[in-house]
């Protein structure tokens, strides 16, 4: 790395520790003169009775041996006045009721206003009126500061629907219908709920959220067909693949469950179009009956908030999200559908000079070699396949196969792409499942095979949106793009295959690595409202990071990555120095999260890419967003 690239990090990471280091400053200053100012009214005669009395102030006690204790019952009768305070503004939960049953409403209000995190009502202010062992506490707010309480959530929603938005003009199905209901659960939450508004992004019209969202996931659900494209026969087990399209093209990702004659299925994830359904082989598809995935609870839980929210409300039931599969069931062996998904991935390449499809002739010696390791992984008999690779593809193609239940699920069209030498074949369909995740992904495994038609490398490929988004960069030459590819095929697929050795080789020592931590509180008590979820900011050593993944590793039986979007651009200086921004889904058998991931990476060298700066936040900054090239 240039000295002038060391000097820019170092610059940008000064700048923004220094000024989040000169706001934690002021937050404590501002702390210390609210404090003393608090001090000063209630000695200048605002009594505790004073407030007790005044209209203008909510206020509940606690009592206990110990002041937290006392603080926590304080605080969660200050939220159930609050809660009877605000109830007239709930109107989507008055008109919901409970069987006409006023306890159990106030109830429900009470619990929704439980979601509302202690961080969250920092407005409040205490009193101790007497100290342990016999603690007394009073917790109160001025009425007109409760407003400021909901405001965190106004914003999440009105985040989650652009980011619905922009899934669904993507055709990212599963992304738009889990934006879209999280916002729903969540307006069920807020005062006015069913008068908040946001605007059209293209024609600028006021768009009510309480009847647009349904709306808008209805319109998805009606504008969804899945039909069968071929059977594959595997002793008792029968797969089916699936075409999945929105609005006549590929949906981009889909999540699903059918019912098999017993029950309802685990979720399957479909990708660009594609996904598959199991059944015994004696069983019929025809008409099968499948249900669009809407709620995500599941991942709900990678926000707390949201979570607490889903566990507090009624599920909202969409009846539309109920489908069937359409057409006859296919022979084992019979392709209804041409491969459309092929058949972009060639238009798209067409005027790359230096990137081009090898011929039926050129490519005889590679599809002979994907032809055996087809076959390796259908019998599960893999004696021959160390001689097909390198000792790196070897290793790969074994941590490939332990990888949840790896199997094939379709006939492949292999077709071979040359850029510089190098081959990478475009794609072997196959699906994973884990144990402890109840889920089941679908995944195109791309190989990367020498001039000698050996195995080097193999990874998970990226969608077709994050594809476009790299190949419609017409001034990038077809190396850059083809490395980008890579590149980011590869790293999402080295913490799923679990590649430590790879991850620490494309990190630069001095590499730049800020972790933003989602610090979720518990309380002493059950039942009682956790705090806010506040991020936490830590730069980190190249080798703080390593030895931290290495125990998620360890710790871990499965890790997905999904990239709902990337954006890819270059920098100014520094030669081949590229910005890529991210949204990324992160799940794994103990953790999961959602956030925007930024890498700058240095191209200079396309056979070893280097990593300079990585960060991570869970969302947009309020101060300065997304973290992008511009802050470098």
Avoid at 61 to 79: C, P, R, V, Y
Avoid at 411 to 416: G, N
Wanted: proline residues 3%; charged residues 25%; aromatic residues 10%.
């Amino acid at each position: 790395m240039s000295e002038n690239l060391k000097y820019r990090k170092k610059a940008y990471f000064c700048r923004v520790f220094d000024n989040r280091k000169t706001y934690y400053n002021m937050k404590r200053s501002a702390f210390a003169i609210i404090t003393f100012l608090l001090f000063a009214i209630t000695a200048n005669g605002q009594s505790i009775e004073e407030i007790q009395s005044s209209k203008d102030y909510i206020w509940g006690t606690g009592n206990a041996s110990t002041l937290k204790k006392a603080d926590n019952e304080a605080l969660a009768a200050l939220i159930s006045q609050i809660s009877t305070n605000v109830s007239s503004k709930f109107e989507q939960l008055t008109e919901g009721g409970t069987n006409g049953d006023q306890a159990t409403v106030d109830e429900t209000f009470k619990s929704v206003i439980n979601t509302y995190s202690r961080a969250t009502l920092n407005n409040t202010r205490r009193i101790v009126i007497q100290n342990e062992p016999e603690a007394v506490v009073m917790r109160y707010i001025k009425v007109a500061e409760i407003q400021k309480i909901f405001d965190g959530r106004k914003t999440k929603i009105l985040d989650f629907v652009q980011e619905g938005m922009h899934a669904e003009k993507k055709a990212q199905v599963a992304d738009a219908l889990r934006y879209y209901y999280w916002a729903l659960v969540l307006l069920q939450s807020y005062p006015d709920g069913n008068f908040l508004t946001t605007k059209d992004e293209d024609d600028g019209k006021e768009l009510l959220l309480a009847t647009w969202i349904p709306k808008q996931m209805n319109d998805i659900f009606s504008n969804l067909k899945v039909s069968m494209e071929s059977t594959h026969l595997d002793g008792d087990l029968k797969t089916i693949n699936l075409r999945v399209t929105y609005k006549g093209q590929p949906a981009r990702n889909y999540d699903y469950t059918y019912f098999d004659g017993r029950d309802w299925s685990n979720i399957f994830s479909a990708k660009d179009g594609t996904g598959i359904v199991e059944l015994p082989a004696l069983a019929s598809a025809r008409n099968l009956q499948l249900r669009t995935e809407y709620m995500f609870e599941g991942e709900a839980n990678i926000d707390n908030e949201l979570a607490e929210v889903m566990g507090t409300i009624n599920p909202i039931s969409m009846r539309n999200c109920a489908l069937k599969l359409e057409g006859e069931e296919p022979k084992p062996g019979e392709e209804k559908t041409e491969n459309v998904l092929m058949a972009d991935a060639d238009s798209a390449t067409t005027t790359n000079s230096g990137m081009h499809f090898l011929s039926n002739i050129e490519s005889a010696a590679y599809e002979e070699t994907m032809k055996k390791v087809e076959s390796a992984i259908r019998t599960r008999n893999y004696d021959g396949i160390q001689s097909l690779c390198t000792e790196s593809g070897y290793d790969m193609f074994n941590r490939l196969i332990k990888y949840g239940q790896a199997k094939i699920i379709s006939e492949p069209q292999f077709k071979f792409l040359e850029c510089n030498g190098e081959i990478t074949c475009r794609s072997l369909p196959m699906s994973f499942k884990f144990k402890s995740n109840q889920r089941t992904f679908v995944e195109d495994v791309v190989f990367t095979l020498n001039k000698e038609g050996k195995i080097d490398c193999l990874s998970f490929g990226l969608n077709k949106p994050a594809v476009d988004d790299i190949m419609n960069q017409t001034s990038w030459n077809d190396t850059v793009r083809n490395v980008l590819i890579n590149f980011l095929e590869s790293y999402k697929t080295a913490y799923a295959l679990k590649r430590y050795e790879y991850i620490n080789s494309i990190f630069s020592d001095d590499a730049l690595i800020i972790t933003g931590s989602v610090l979720k509180h518990t309380v002493a008590n059950e039942g009682q409202p956790m705090s806010k979820q506040a991020v936490k900011y830590t730069r980190q050593t190249k080798s703080e990071y390593m030895k931290k993944l290495q125990h998620i590793f360890r710790s871990s039986e499965f890790i997905n990555l999904r990239f709902a979007d990337n954006q890819v651009r270059k920098s100014g200086v520094g030669g081949e120095i590229y910005g890529i921004q991210i949204k990324q889904d992160y799940f794994s058998s103990s953790y999961g999260d959602t956030g925007y991931l930024f890498l700058m990476v240095d191209l200079n060298n396309p056979k070893e890419p280097v990593i300079h700066v990585r960060t991570w936040q869970p969302e947009k900054d309020p101060n300065f967003g997304l973290i992008d090239l511009s802050h470098f």
